[in-house]
């Protein structure tokens, strides 16, 4: 009894230590410019893990908008919601170092995409699929000095998902 009680022990444990390694602020980062594009929030809910846009920046570096003032909006979305604020990532699901089996929203052209996510040496890879098609992108840690002074970051155990709503894809 005592070795089935210590491996569930021990199974808890590693799932808190494999949820510290992507549960954060991390930065998108423009693979052409190598230039920030906006920090997003990952976060737990209900043991599904979730991404949230939070800043965006403009090509200069300078921040475009946060959740505290959201000014642009998602043209690709249905209602047009706030960049800041949106989340891209939902529904993903640990299974052993990677997080699987959920979906990654590109705003602009209002395409969902299946998606996984691991923490590789501190940089989170987001991998986005289409049938047997995909491509990897390396997202940073968002550094303190990322944030405008003053911001105050969401509590990422507070966060509730909000899935945004797309259009169907046109089939030819």
Do not use: H
Not at 33 to 60: C, L, P, Q
Not at 65 to 84: C, H, L, M, T, W
Not at 134 to 143: D, F, I, L, S
């Amino acid at each position: 009894m005592s070795k089935i009680f210590t491996c569930l022990i021990s199974l808890f444990l590693m799932s808190g230590v494999l949820s510290a390694d992507v549960v954060g602020f991390w930065k998108t980062v423009d693979e052409e410019t190598g230039k920030a594009e906006s920090i997003v929030a990952i976060y737990e809910y209900k043991g599904k893990y979730y991404g949230r846009i939070i800043i965006t920046f403009d090509n200069d570096g300078k921040i475009q908008d946060s959740i505290e003032a959201p000014k642009k909006r998602a043209q690709g979305v249905i209602g047009n919601p706030f960049y800041a604020g949106l989340d891209i990532l939902w529904d993903l699901k640990p299974q052993g170092t990677k997080y699987v089996n959920g979906e990654i929203l590109d705003p602009q052209r209002g395409r969902v995409y299946d998606a996984k996510i691991w923490n590789d040496n501190g940089k989170l890879i987001v991998r986005g699929e289409l049938l047997i098609f995909g491509r990897n992108q390396t997202w940073p840690p968002a550094e303190e000095s990322d944030f405008p002074p003053g911001f105050k970051k969401p509590v990422l155990a507070e966060l509730v998902p909000a899935i945004p709503k797309v259009s169907e894809p046109d089939i030819d």
